[in-house]
């Protein structure tokens, strides 16, 4: 009887010995042929994945309370405007953002970034320059300001496909805001 349990334990792992060596060599076969899609798709995925500027890594709140994330534009491009609602030269220049959009929103995303104010005069802000066709964020505690090292405004950040972020402190003029929205969308 020892024997026969001996010979059956054989047995056995032979078997499983066998079972093994011919899933490796079923897995070989998938590799060498490409039939192993989701170890190539992982790879892909891997690849394609891009990794977020810190500055983009915030949740906040729009002026009409819907959540946003950054890291939403992190594939951009896309175009942050750092705005008061009292900044003389931010009510100059509202006027080329909302015609910048109309002429490059469906290229490049626009984000308005509010501050120094109340909820209220942000939203009257939007209303009378006609800005309501973009998301703008309520940043009244400057969290994204802060982020982007915004420290006064108007400034811009343009960020391109590639995750670059190129941030200008200051006005931008109609023409220099064409001239970097047309590079962001023939890159």
């Known amino acids: 009887m020892p024997i026969r349990t001996r010979t059956v334990g054989l047995l056995a792992a032979t078997a499983l010995t066998l079972a093994a060596c011919g899933s490796a060599a079923d897995d070989a076969d998938a590799d060498s042929t490409g039939d192993d899609t989701a170890g190539s798709t992982a790879e892909g995925d891997a690849e394609q994945a891009m990794e ?24 951009g491009p896309a175009v942050f405007w750092f705005w008061t609602p009292w900044c003389t030269v931010c009510q100059s220049e509202a006027p080329s953002l909302a015609e910048a959009h109309a002429d490059h929103g ?17 939203q009257d802000f939007v209303s009378t320059y006609e800005l309501g066709g973009f ?8 969290d994204v300001w802060t982020r982007f090292g ?4 108007p400034a811009y950040a343009f960020l391109d496909g590639d ?19 047309d590079a962001l969308t023939s890159s």
Do not use: C, K, W
Not at 56 to 72: C, P, Q, V
Not at 135 to 142: K, Q, S, V, W, Y
């Open 52 to 75: 977020v500027p810190d500055e983009l890594t915030f949740t906040a709140e729009s002026l009409d309370g819907t959540e946003i994330h950054g890291e939403a534009y992190a594939e």
């Open 106 to 122: 469906g290229e490049v995303e626009f984000v308005g970034v509010a501050a120094d104010d109340e909820l209220a005069a942000m």
């Open 135 to 142: 998301e703008h964020i309520n940043d009244a505690e400057r």
């Open 150 to 153: 915004v420290t006064s405004q």
């Open 163 to 181: 995750g670059d972020v190129d941030l200008v402190r200051g006005s931008v003029s109609e023409d220099e805001l064409g001239d970097r929205l």
